[in-house]
């Protein structure tokens, strides 16, 4: 067993010991906050996604990039002039993208392998614009 150090170098050990666990114990917290929040979390984020590009005459390729992700507010109410309801339905939405390009593996000698997709770079809550967004108006 090492023998107890004193003055500077003893402090900088006990210094190092505190602030690991220090960083140890947020960052454990921080985490389960996280994953708290998400379930409550109002609003629009960057976030991680995965997917698997695919383009006939290529094999597929998973892909992990930044998309849009969120719930923003939305609410409706009665009026008693036509059309008797007043809306405001905002969707979680790209505000600013780059493109990326990949080349897909095994494509066929007639088949360009280039698939580009957006990446996310920030994210806001507005109106669905079908020039970039797919607005799914089912139910």
């Not at 969707?91 to 996310?120: F, G, H, I, K, W």
């Amino acid at each position: 067993m090492a023998p107890l150090r004193s003055g500077a170098q003893g402090l900088s050990l006990v210094t190092l010991c505190c602030v690991t666990l220090a960083v140890w114990l947020c960052c454990g917290a921080y985490t389960e906050a996280s994953v708290l929040n998400l379930k409550r979390f109002i609003g629009c984020a960057v976030r991680e996604f995965s997917f698997l590009a695919r383009k006939p005459g290529c094999s597929g390729l998973h892909i992990t990039t930044d998309a849009c992700w969120g719930r923003c507010e939305t609410w409706e109410k009665p009026v008693l002039d036509p059309p008797f309801i007043e809306s405001h339905q905002r969707v979680c939405t790209y505000n600013e993208t780059r493109l990326e390009t990949v080349q897909l593996p095994n494509c066929s000698a007639d088949m360009e392998p280039s698939y580009t997709y957006p990446v996310a770079l920030r994210c806001d809550c507005g109106v669905c614009l079908t020039s970039t967004t797919e607005c799914i108006t089912s139910v």
